[in-house]
Nanobody
């Protein structure tokens, strides 16, 4: 079973940037789809971004669109979430999620589409 390991979280001031990484424990196919979700204390898990392996299509949540960028380095089999212009409301635990399949567009933002999850990495944005 593939395990996903996130890294790159930390403390940053508002307006700053962070890059999160997600690395699977074993090689994955080009079809592998990865998403980032986040969960703030007392709130439900929220979709942030996803990239579908089959065609490279990217999806973003409304709250991060224009500030976050999801990408994949095929050579390293690693996914990234570049987060710019961070705001205090971006404070959350960020989870990497993966699917060995190829979710359809209507499923890409749903946590149920992903069968593998990382442990999460904390991102804290101070004002």
């Amino acid at each position: 079973q593939v395990q996903l390991v996130e890294s790159g979280g930390g403390l940053v001031q508002a307006g700053g940037s962070l890059t999160l990484s997600c690395a699977p424990s074993e090689p994955t196919s080009r079809q592998y789809t990865v998403a980032w979700f986040r969960q703030a204390p007392g709130k439900e898990r929220e979709f942030a971004a996803a990239i579908r392996g089959r065609d490279g299509t990217r999806y973003y949540g409304d709250s991060v669109k224009g500030r976050f960028t999801i990408s994949r380095d095929n050579a390293k089999n690693t996914w990234y979430l570049q987060m710019n212009n961070l705001r205090p409301e971006d404070t959350a635990v960020y989870f990497c999620a993966g699917s060995g399949g190829s979710p359809i567009t209507s499923e890409m933002r749903r946590s149920q589409a992903y069968e593998f999850w990382g442990q999460g990495t904390q991102v804290t944005v101070s004002s």
